[in-house]
């Protein structure tokens, strides 16, 4: 039985183990040359859709995520020497900006940081029975969407986590 990549816990944070006629080969991960953190692999295709670069300076190579708020790195290759940072890139990446409310989160249908900090209970379940609805439809494309080439269901459920935890620990101290 195959698990629902998106309805994992750890969704949002590595791709989906889609059946494949070819073996996959194990990426390796590299530090981000940068601030040294490990990247995550994602898929060329990734890189060439989100940047905003002539292709012609986007190599074919196996490329990393750097995940890291406060570093400008968003893209580079596992030696280093091709980067790409959040200048180079056609949209705003969630991980770089994660409290600026006009920063989506996700980026097939478009919800905001802001629409789930701001959203009510009911607001916030909407938001996840739409994302659902497309992941179910087959209406997502976060391989070439989402900066970090995978689904965003893990990041949204984590924020609206935070949201949460976070209004709770207002009103008790309140």
Request: net charge neutral; proline share 6%; hydrophobic share 30%.
């Amino acid at each position: 039985m195959t698990e629902d990549c998106c309805a994992s816990p750890g969704a949002g944070s590595s791709v989906c183990d889609l059946p494949s006629p070819e073996p996959r080969h194990k990426r390796e991960i590299a530090p981000c040359p940068q601030c040294g953190q490990s990247g995550k692999p994602v898929e060329g295709q990734t890189v060439r859709a989100m940047v905003s670069v002539s292709l012609r300076s986007v190599p074919q190579d196996s490329y990393l995520f750097c995940r890291t708020r406060d570093c400008p790195v968003v893209y580079f290759n596992r030696d280093g020497r091709i980067t790409f940072l959040t200048a180079d890139l056609r949209e705003r990446v969630y991980q770089k900006e994660p409290e600026s409310t006009d920063v989506s989160i996700c980026y097939c249908f478009r919800h905001t940081v802001g629409q789930l900090v701001n959203a009510s209970r009911e607001e916030r379940d909407s938001i996840l029975a739409d994302i659902n609805a497309g992941i179910k439809a087959q209406e997502c494309a976060c391989d070439l969407r989402n900066p970090q080439g995978s689904c965003c269901l893990g990041n949204v459920t984590a924020r609206i986590k935070l949201e949460v935890s976070s209004r709770v620990t207002q009103q008790s101290q309140g």
